[in-house]
């Protein structure tokens, strides 16, 4: 079964907003991993949050953990066309690795 | 360095057939693994190895074998081909187990 899972299935902005894409979760975990899947490739990862930190930054990237609600935030600011592609959440619990079904998002030019 | 190198890109089986995915990594990781891609169900661990020799179940691995008998090299075996096992076969590698993973650009398999 999917430990995590993404909201929304689908998202679609204009060039220049922001996208925010939430991930929630069911049991305890290590950390957190952010990956980015374009059409027709393998995921790329993004960013790891740990389990006891609660926000992280990478260039337009901000992700937010809150363990106690079992759910993680990511937000793209100042989206380019070029971020169109598949979000995806994965939780890491002692090798146990569980990828969402994806948010799928769409920046128009 | 060319990541993690997956062969081939696309495989055709019939129902009760065996094959291998090859998966090689040129980045001195310990931790491989496999993951098949279903439409709308994200991605679901098959097998995953901590080191060479050594190998362990993931989240679905019925149909499936897998050995780890170089820190390079991690292949996986499907047995009898189904038609459940239509998917996209992910391999991945990471230095150690919860450590952003590096993927390969997938095996698409399909079985008739």
């Known amino acids: 079964s999917q430990q995590g899972e993404e909201d929304p299935q689908a998202l679609s902005i204009q060039e220049g907003e922001n996208a925010t894409m939430n991930c929630s979760y069911k049991?305890?975990?290590?950390?957190l991993q952010w990956y980015r899947q374009n059409s027709g490739r393998g995921l790329v990862h993004l960013i790891l949050i740990r389990s006891n930190e609660r926000e992280k930054h990478s260039g337009r990237l901000r992700v937010t953990l809150d363990t106690s609600k079992k759910s993680s935030s990511l937000l793209i600011t100042a989206s380019r066309a070029a971020d169109t592609a598949s979000y995806f959440c994965?939780?890491?619990?002692?090798?146990?690795?569980?990828f969402g079904a994806g948010t799928r998002l769409t920046v128009k030019p | 360095n060319a990541g993690v190198t997956q062969t081939p890109k696309f495989q055709v089986l019939k129902t009760g057939q065996s094959m291998t995915l090859q998966c090689a990594q040129d980045?001195?990781?310990?931790?491989m693994s496999w993951y098949r891609q279903d439409p709308g169900m994200g991605l679901r661990l098959i097998h995953y190895s901590v080191g060479a020799g050594i190998t362990d179940q993931g989240e679905v691995p019925n149909g499936y074998n897998v050995s780890r008998s170089t820190t390079e090299d991690f292949p996986l075996r499907l047995l009898s081909a189904a038609p459940s096992q239509t998917s996209v076969y992910f391999c991945a590698s990471s230095t150690r187990e919860g450590q952003p993973q590096h993927f390969g650009d997938g095996t698409r398999l399909s079985i008739l």
């Open positions: 980045m001195n990781h310990e931790y």
């Open positions: 994965a939780t890491d619990n002692n090798n146990d690795m569980r």
């Open positions: 049991t305890s975990i290590n950390n």
